[in-house]
């Protein structure tokens, strides 16, 4: 995956937060000191290099121009889920101390995980392929294709940066004709054929859970920042596994994030940084928290 651009930081430069430290402080304060101001260990987990690889494996795809055929992607799936899976283990060998995932323990789910993600290339590719070819990547007016789009800009005078998985250009929702008519078939099928796709921010899951209004709007404020671009939709697109078909989520409405509006939100997280609010707010997430074990109001 292509996100080895490095944000300028240091002198001269303000300090910057993302959509990841925004979810962490909304999460838990605490875990936002352990994570981001400590630097303390992290429980290490199969799905991460999971991600990583499923994302490499659909960015190459891209930039080929859809060219790569399924060997080559799912390849460049494998080449990257081992580089990640050896990186976790040359910090953390013993697996006994990796996540769980269900009754999988850490061994056994890299294994899973191997053979699960070459599947979700699979379908990624064939719902490409063919059961969406024409949503297309998007180009910037810079002549940039818009897979891993890197951004850095100001919301309200903070400092935000990110990557957005892609800008796919889709088209918008269209209702199905309420009766079977010919005539209402007629104008179903007449506004399908002439209705534009539209370029909206789009991420890519390959786990079963996918992200929140505020991630997307964050990647269409962005896009409104840098290009006038502005999406009213945006989707998840979730990798699925043999018991869940593979494809976008519903729209997501965010005409509400704007940039401003988005700019609000990292205000806050701002305030709260500078003001070393890291109050502790155990619960259930502390089950998956990758640093509850230098945490004493863990309640794992």
Same mark, same amino acid.
């Given at each position: 995956?292509?996100?080895?651009?490095?944000?300028?930081?240091?002198?001269?430069?303000?300090?910057?937060?993302?959509?990841?430290?925004?979810?962490?402080?909304?999460?838990?304060?605490?875990?936002?000191?352990?994570?981001?101001?400590?630097?303390?260990?992290?429980?290490?987990?199969?799905?991460?290099?999971?991600?990583?690889?499923?994302?490499?494996?659909?960015?190459?795809?891209?930039?080929?121009?859809?060219?790569?055929?399924?060997?080559?992607?799912?390849?460049?799936?494998?080449?990257?889920?081992?580089?990640?899976?050896?990186?976790?283990?040359?910090?953390?060998?013993?697996?006994?101390?990796?996540?769980?995932?269900?009754?999988?323990?850490?061994?056994?789910?890299?294994?899973?995980?191997? %053979?699960? $993600?070459?599947?979700? =290339?699979? +379908? &990624?590719?064939?719902?490409?392929? #063919? *059961?969406? !070819?024409?949503?297309?990547?998007?180009?910037?007016?810079?002549?940039?294709?818009?897979?891993?789009?890197?951004?850095?800009? %100001?919301? $309200?005078?903070?400092? =935000?940066? +990110? &990557?957005?998985?892609?800008?796919? #250009? *889709?088209? !918008?929702?269209?209702?199905?004709?309420?009766?079977?008519?010919?005539?209402?078939?007629?104008?179903?099928?007449?506004?399908?054929?002439?209705?534009?796709?539209?370029?909206?921010?789009?991420?890519?899951?390959?786990?079963?859970?996918?992200?929140?209004?505020?991630?997307?709007?964050?990647?269409?404020?962005?896009?409104?920042?840098?290009?006038?671009?502005?999406?009213?939709?945006?989707?998840?697109?979730?990798?699925?596994?043999?018991?869940?078909?593979?494809?976008?989520?519903?729209?997501?409405?965010?005409?509400?994030?704007?940039?401003?509006?988005?700019?609000?939100?990292?205000?806050?997280?701002?305030?709260?940084?500078?003001?070393?609010?890291?109050?502790?707010?155990?619960?259930?997430?502390?089950?998956?928290?990758?640093?509850?074990?230098?945490?004493?109001?863990?309640?794992?």
């Amino acid at each position: 995956m292509s996100r080895s651009q490095d944000f300028p930081t240091g002198e001269g430069h303000k300090p910057y937060y993302s959509v990841s430290k925004y979810k962490t402080m909304k999460d838990c304060p605490y875990r936002y000191w352990l994570e981001r101001v400590e630097k303390v260990w992290q429980r290490p987990a199969a799905w991460f290099a999971h991600g990583t690889a499923f994302h490499t494996a659909a960015e190459e795809f891209e930039r080929s121009g859809r060219t790569l055929t399924l060997d080559q992607a799912q390849d460049a799936f494998r080449d990257a889920y081992v580089a990640g899976i050896n990186e976790a283990t040359s910090e953390t060998p013993n697996m006994a101390y990796w996540f769980s995932s269900g009754h999988y323990k850490g061994a056994a789910d890299v294994e899973r995980r191997f %053979e699960i $993600g070459l599947e979700q =290339v699979t +379908g &990624y590719l064939e719902y490409y392929s #063919e *059961v969406a !070819p024409r949503e297309v990547i998007w180009i910037t007016p810079d002549g940039t294709p818009a897979i891993e789009l890197a951004f850095d800009v %100001e919301f $309200g005078g903070i400092r =935000v940066v +990110g &990557y957005i998985d892609q800008v796919p #250009e *889709v088209q !918008p929702a269209i209702p199905k004709p309420k009766s079977k008519s010919k005539a209402a078939v007629a104008a179903y099928e007449k506004a399908l054929a002439e209705t534009a796709y539209k370029p909206i921010p789009r991420d890519l899951k390959s786990g079963s859970t996918p992200g929140d209004a505020f991630q997307l709007g964050t990647y269409s404020a962005a896009l409104d920042v840098l290009y006038g671009l502005r999406a009213d939709t945006g989707d998840y697109w979730m990798a699925g596994t043999q018991s869940r078909k593979a494809g976008p989520t519903r729209p997501y409405d965010l005409t509400d994030w704007t940039p401003e509006a988005v700019g609000a939100e990292f205000q806050w997280l701002d305030q709260e940084v500078r003001a070393e609010r890291f109050d502790p707010t155990p619960g259930p997430q502390c089950r998956r928290c990758s640093v509850a074990d230098s945490c004493d109001f863990s309640q794992v």
